[in-house]
């Protein structure tokens, strides 16, 4: 199915602002549509027809479904259009007509123009209509709640036609949250409770308030909850801009071990501020987990990072033998360890910098090319790039992937080319190249040089060199990958590794 967007540019004519509104008001309908007890259908009308497109659909979470099928798509014209014409050409609600039947459903049709509010305050056009169907096959005498909720949800659906509603988005803020099923709070022009739902008197009783809501003044009373006296006066202010008409940001009061979460919003239907709407959820056990994982996740860095720290040491001490030893083998295989030891600690010193198990792995790649071009034996020095990128990898990838690739980096810049005394090739710049690309689960490597390439009688499953065992060790088994050795048709060596990034 095509996005909103997908479907209003090859349909209509409305521009990328008239778009953006209406991606920002099918975001935060949910609201509308729980108050009304309603499905919301939004359709534009159809660029040189008389007809009109549903491109967004929103089902109540309060009251049953008047359509069992998705409306996203439709195309529909003539009679069963009227009263969608007449919200349009005429910028009015239209809640005129008797119910229609939708197969042995019963549903009333309303229809709200939507409006873009100018950069000056003046209401705009028209750009679209919002239809507000609700399913009356469970009708009943409505209780206190229904009518605080339907008279709350007529506000909210003047100021779509006024082009007040949906308010402005907060950067960080990615849903509508809270819900109105969490709880919720009517507020008059002055501030005083009209109206609390069950749960938003529920909420407010976890923060230490015992009485009844009705009649109180929240910004005061919230003020007076909070533990912390800024961070209530923060929380009060926000409801008082509600009142003024603004639209603040979403915030968060804690007392008494308990936190709740509040977004206040304007009503000013017509454009005259008569209150303010306060949605409010208990959120103390999620942030109780969020608080744990965040004490978990930095244990774990703190691992990482003494980790770092011992291998460093490890390192370092390596390092030291290998200067107290005399028998050049001895102290070339402690400095191969050194290394070993030191391209494991660049992994564990990211993770203890990273929020998750996962690495940024291009860094440490290029750091581990760069200890592996300073100990280049030839006479000319020795270029190691990249080409592609690795992107993010899990931890236990990349801990074992950097040890192959420091193997194989080093493998080329030490035996890849000719030592000093011996005829080179065709003189071309020493180069050691690794190339990456993702493809179908798969992390593709190939590490390649343009050096004197394989001897004859190379055999990589013999090969006794420990390095290359240890490539085909990991490749093979902790990455579940494999690793081939051959040489290039233009001259040199390539190893080209295959590692599956799917669950391990």
């Not at 409305?14 to 509104?21: A, F, N, R, S």
């Not at 679209?128 to 009943?140: F, I, P």
């Not at 988005?169 to 709070?185: F, I, M």
């Not at 992390?443 to 060199?465: C, I, K, M, W, Y």
Request: with cysteine; hydrophobic share 40%.
């Amino acid at each position: 199915m095509s996005t909103l967007r997908d479907l209003v540019e090859e349909h209509t004519g409305l521009g990328p602002v008239d778009i953006d509104h209406l991606h920002r008001l099918a975001g935060d309908w949910q609201l509308l549509s729980d108050l009304s007890f309603a499905d919301l259908l939004l359709w534009v009308p159809v660029e040189g027809e008389e007809s009109f497109l549903c491109v967004a659909q929103v089902r109540p979470t309060t009251a049953p479904t008047a359509y069992q099928d998705d409306q996203v798509g439709r195309i529909v014209g003539g009679p069963e259009v009227g009263h969608l014409t007449i919200a349009y050409s005429q910028g009015r609600i239209w809640r005129e007509g008797d119910p229609v039947w939708y197969g042995d459903t019963p549903a009333r049709h309303e229809a709200i123009p939507v409006r873009l509010r100018a950069a000056d305050g003046e209401s705009g056009a028209v750009i679209a209509v919002v239809g507000r169907d609700t399913n009356l096959s469970t009708a009943r005498t409505p209780s206190q709640l229904e009518l605080n909720y339907l008279t709350t949800a007529d506000d909210l659906a003047q100021m779509v036609a006024d082009g007040t509603f949906p308010p402005p988005r907060h950067p960080g803020e990615t849903t509508s949250a809270p819900r109105v099923g969490d709880g919720l709070v009517r507020l008059d022009a002055g501030g005083k409770v009209t109206y609390a739902s069950p749960n938003a008197q529920s909420a407010f009783r976890r923060l230490g308030f015992a009485s009844h809501l009705v009649g109180e003044d929240l910004p005061e009373l919230t003020r007076r909850l909070a533990d912390d006296p800024l961070e209530g006066t923060d929380a009060a202010n926000r409801v008082l801009a509600a009142l003024r008409g603004e639209a603040p940001a979403r915030k968060e009061v804690e007392a008494r071990g308990a936190i709740m979460l509040a977004r206040a919003l304007p009503l000013m239907p017509a454009g005259v501020p008569i209150g303010a709407l306060v949605l409010v959820r208990d959120i103390t056990e999620v942030r109780r987990r969020d608080r744990a994982l965040i004490t978990k996740d930095a244990t774990i860095r703190e691992i990482h990072h003494r980790v770092k720290n011992n291998l460093q040491t490890v390192a370092a001490l390596l390092r030291l033998q290998a200067r107290r030893v005399g028998q050049p083998a001895a102290k070339a295989a402690l400095e191969e360890s050194v290394r070993r030891v030191a391209s494991i600690a660049l992994v564990h010193e990211t993770l203890s910098m990273s929020s998750d198990e996962a690495v940024e792995f291009d860094g440490i790649v290029d750091r581990v090319a760069t200890a592996a071009m300073e100990v280049a034996t030839t006479e000319s020095t020795v270029t190691v790039r990249r080409q592609g990128t690795f992107g993010v990898l899990p931890a236990e990838i990349a801990t074992s992937l950097v040890m192959v690739l420091n193997e194989l980096l080093l493998n080329a810049v030490e035996h890849g080319f000719p030592s000093p005394g011996e005829p080179d090739g065709a003189g071309a710049p020493a180069e050691v190249v690794v190339s990456v690309h993702r493809f179908r689960k798969q992390l593709h490597v190939t590490v390649a040089d343009n050096g004197q390439g394989l001897p004859p009688e190379f055999d990589a499953e013999s090969n006794g060199r420990l390095g290359l065992q240890i490539v085909r060790a990991l490749a093979t088994g902790e990455l579940r990958g494999t690793i081939e050795l051959r040489n290039r048709a233009e001259g040199g060596t390539e190893a080209v590794l295959v590692v599956p990034l799917g669950k391990r």
